[in-house]
């Protein structure tokens, strides 16, 4: 078959939040992008991860015209949750806060994303196999893959958004060496389970049993958390241990339902410098990885992309390259800023639990923070304004 070479501005590797959140702001701003993705789009819409858009996500659509693509989110304010402590509930607090945050299951968010980009004329081309990054140093780099029908085909582009996560091929496309890896390992691991089953009220339990929560993803779904040592196996969590360990840890007669995914997912905190390579850029996963508990992934990938889009802008429109040159250590400083939260958060409310990891000393500290967080006023201020990712 013969092979189609084409050219483009910019071609976007993935097609999850931070690539179609990326196409759809370059193509508002007159700026030709491709966006090639792996995955059938009935795959990609259906991916069950992060549920929540923080303030800063959802201002940030706002500011860009795209306030639709969370229309179905449900503002934080308007759902009933808290923290459970040894079954004592503490509401979340949010009702005098000044946050937009919004549950919006991803999978959801992504079907958004990809509706209003293809309304608008975007080029979105799913079932893009083997792709390949060529040139990264050149002024010229060149994407290829294969089509479903075996067919070749090349774009030529100025610059590539590596927007294809922790294991796409952008960041395996950078030379061994030229990229330092920072990294935290967490001693225990979550066991992350979807389950057929409305969730209200929502939140996080805190037992000496362990961590444990449960948040909606959708009308009649739920992601279920439990804490577990790193080694265990999703073959060690049969369905009714599951819900045992839910119900015993939120010291509550939780409602069950038909458990259809379940997997164990690693704690750790990863960064890669610089995220940029040549004409290569890395956005969200692709170049750094929160805990979930900071519930900080979606918000990480939406700002790498804001970033960028402006940098991109800036040099297509006015030739300014400052913005682009300092890609990788703009985003870099607000990345560390969130790693600071996420382990903060990460081991106060682990620490709080299960005393087999830190020990008994550390888990009263950190039920005092805990304490301190919801009757100091400037602490709970701090903490609020990190939650909704305005810092």
């Not at 975007?122 to 479903?148: I, N």
């Not at 969200?284 to 990885?289: E, T």
């Not at 805990?291 to 940098?311: C, N, Q, Y």
Request: glycine share 8%.
């Amino acid at each position: 078959m013969v092979e189609t070479a084409e050219n483009t501005t910019v071609v976007i590797v993935g097609a999850g939040v931070a690539g179609l959140t990326l196409g759809n702001f370059l193509l508002r701003s007159g700026i030709g992008c491709v966006v090639v993705e792996k995955h059938r789009r009935s795959y990609v819409e259906k991916r069950q991860r992060a549920g929540a858009v923080d303030s800063r996500g959802v201002r940030m659509f706002r500011e860009w015209g795209l306030e639709d693509v969370v229309k179905d989110g449900v503002p934080l304010k308007e759902v009933i949750g808290g923290t459970w402590i040894d079954g004592v509930m503490y509401p979340l607090g949010f009702e005098d806060e000044d946050t937009d945050t919004v549950l919006c299951p991803q999978q959801v968010l992504v079907r958004n994303l990809t509706d209003t980009f293809l309304q608008a004329g975007g080029d979105l081309r799913f079932e893009a196999l083997d792709v390949s990054l060529e040139d990264l140093d050149s002024e010229r780099p060149t994407v290829r893959y294969r089509t479903p029908d075996g067919s070749a085909a090349t774009v030529t582009c100025d610059f590539v958004a590596g927007c294809d996560g922790f294991h796409g091929v952008s960041r395996a496309s950078v030379p061994a060496g030229a990229l330092t890896l920072y990294s935290h390992e967490y001693e225990y691991s979550w066991l992350s389970v979807l389950a057929e089953v409305p969730t209200s009220p929502f939140g996080m339990a805190i037992h000496d049993r362990g961590l444990a929560a449960r948040f909606p993803r959708g009308a009649d779904a739920s992601r279920l958390y439990l804490q577990c040592p790193a080694g265990d196996t999703p073959e060690q969590w049969p369905d009714e241990r599951v819900w045992n360990e839910v119900r015993a840890r939120f010291c509550a007669d939780v409602p069950t339902g038909r458990i259809v995914d379940k997997r164990i997912v690693p704690l750790r905190c990863v960064v890669f410098s610089p995220m940029s390579h040549g004409r290569l850029y890395l956005l969200g996963d692709a170049a750094h990885i929160v805990p979930p508990m900071s519930a900080k992934g979606i918000h990480l990938a939406l700002h790498d992309t804001e970033v960028f889009a402006r940098a991109i802008i800036a040099k297509v429109r006015e030739g300014e390259a400052s913005l682009l040159d300092g890609y990788s250590d703009t985003c870099l400083s607000h990345v560390w800023n969130y790693q600071a939260y996420a382990i903060w958060i990460t081991d106060l409310m682990h620490d709080a639990g299960d005393a087999s990891y830190e020990g008994a000393f550390r888990k009263e500290i950190a039920r005092a923070e805990l304490r301190r967080l919801n009757d100091s006023p400037a602490a709970g201020r701090l903490y609020n304004a990190l939650r909704a990712g305005l810092l």
